[in-house]
C-alpha cells in the first residue's frame, strides 16, 4: 500500500517542504519528517520510501539519515528507493528487551547531508542537484500510518556551515559526508528544548555573499527555498539565526542595515513569530550584533543571545557541541525564550 505525503498522519518540517496533493519536494539539507507506525509487525515488516531526484549527478547523492523511537540514527545515500526496517538485534521487537512487546514505532527521516561541490540553486543557469521529491510510503496493506502528537512549538532556523552541521562529524570537508545537519547547532538546540526543528544553511554564505554551489546570499535564502520557491513562515514559531561568520569583510554599519531590513520583513509579514539571533561562534560582528539587539531592545518578539566559544578551533564537531556548546546555548535559550527570570529578555 502506498501512502501519499498528503497524509494527515506524516509531519513535514515548517519552512523546508513544498507539499500538493501527489508530492512533498525539499531543495536543502535539514528538512525532515515524522511519523508513527505500525508495519514493522506486520506483513513484510518494512518501510519503503518512495523519492525522486530529478536533478542528482552520480556521485554526489544527498544522504538520507534516520531513526526509530529515537534511538541510533542510520543512514545511507538516496535512492529511489529507501528500505526502512528494524536495525539489527531489535527485529520483530519481540526478543529484544528494549523493544518488547512494542508494536508502533516512531520514524525520523531527515535530510542530511547534501554535496556542498555541485549546484545547490536553480539560477545563473544551473540546476539544483539536490532537489528531493517524496512521492510515498509503501507499507504492508495490513498496517497503518497511526496519528502522532507533535510538540506545540516549531522552530526553523537559518544561517551557514554551522546550521548546515559543516564537518561535525569529521575533519574531511572535502568530503561532504562529513556534514551532518543533525548535529548542528539548530538541530541539537531545538530538539534538546522538545521543538519540531528543521535547519536551512548553505555553507560559506552571509549577508555580504552567496555560499557553496552557487547558493545565494542569506538575503535571499531566507526568503526562498529555491529559486522562485517561497519560504513559508505561517506556522513556525521560532525562527532562529546563526548569521555573520562569512561577512568579515562587510562593514558594520552595512551588516546592521541587512540584519534590520531581514527583522523588520519578518516582523512585519509574521508578526506573532519571535526572532533568536545568536553570534557567529567564531565572535565575527559581535559589536554588530549588539548594535541590532540595542535596535530592537523595546521589542520582546527579537531576542539575541551572545554564543562565542574562544576554545572553538575551525568549525565544531558533535563532541565539541556536546562539550561545551550545546550546554550553554540551552541555557541561554531557555532564559530568553521561556524567560525564566519573568521579564522579558532581548540579550543574554
Known amino acids: 500500500m502506498n501512502i501519499s505525503p498528503n497524509n494527515q498522519n506524516i509531519y513535514f518540517s515548517k519552512g523546508t517542504w513544498e ?141 551557514a556551515s554551522f546550521t548546515e552541521g559543516y564537518g561535525t562529524v569529521g575533519i574531511e570537508h572535502s568530503d561532504f559526508k562529513a556534514n551532518d545537519t543533525t548535529c548542528s547547532w539548530g538541530a541539537l538546540l531545538g530538539t534538546s528544548l522538545g521543538f519540531n526543528v528543521a535547519t536551512s544553511g548553505y555553507a560559506g554564505s552571509g549577508f555580504s555573499k552567496g555560499g557553496s554551489g552557487d547558493s545565494p546570499s542569506v538575503r535571499i535564502s531566507y526568503k526562498y527555498m529555491d529559486a522562485d520557491i517561497p519560504r513559508d513562515f505561517r506556522d513556525i514559531d521560532i525562527a532562529a539565526f546563526n548569521i555573520g561568520s562569512n561577512d568579515g569583510d562587510m562593514s558594520s554599519e552595512n551588516f546592521i542595515a541587512a540584519a534590520s531590513e531581514m527583522i523588520d520583513d519578518l516582523r512585519t509579514r509574521y508578526p506573532d513569530m519571535l526572532l533568536l539571533f545568536t553570534t557567529p561562534f567564531w565572535g565575527t560582528h559581535q559589536s554588530s550584533w549588539l548594535a541590532v539587539s540595542e535596535k530592537y531592545a523595546d521589542d520582546a518578539k527579537v531576542i539575541y543571545i551572545e554564543t562565542i566559544y574562544p576554545q572553538l578551533v575551525g568549525h565544531p564537531t558533535i563532541s565539541n557541541y556536546r562539550q561545551y556548546i550545546l550546554p550553554d546555548l540551552v541555557k541561554k535559550a531557555k532564559k530568553s525564550l521561556f524567560c525564566l527570570n519573568n521579564d522579558a529578555v532581548n540579550t543574554v
Open 19 to 159: 507539499i500538493d496533493d501527489f508530492r512533498a519536494t525539499c531543495y536543502n539539507s535539514g528538512a525532515n519528517f515524522n511519523f508513527t507506525t505500525d508495519a514493522f509487525k506486520k506483513g513484510n515488516k518494512s518501510i519503503i520510501l518512495n523519492f525522486e531526484m530529478p536533478n542528482v549527478v552520480e556521485g554526489y547523492t544527498p544522504i538520507l539519515a534516520w531513526r526509530i523511537n529515537g534511538l541510533i540514527w542510520e543512514y545511507a545515500h538516496m535512492s529511489e528507493q529507501m528500505t526502512i526496517t528494524l536495525p539489527q538485534g531489535v527485529n520483530d521487537a519481540t526478543e529484544d528487551p528494549v523493544m518488547n512487546g512494542i508494536a508502533n514505532h516512531y520514524i525520523e527521516v531527515w535530510v542530511r547531508t547534501i554535496s556542498i561541490n555541485k549546484p545547490r540553486w536553480s539560477w545563473n543557469g544551473n540546476i539544483n542537484n539536490n532537489v528531493i521529491i517524496l512521492k510515498s510510503i509503501t507499507i504492508d496493506d495490513s498496517a497503518s500510518i497511526l496519528e502522532t502528537i507533535q510538540p506545540e512549538t516549531t522552530m526553523l532556523c537559518i544561517g
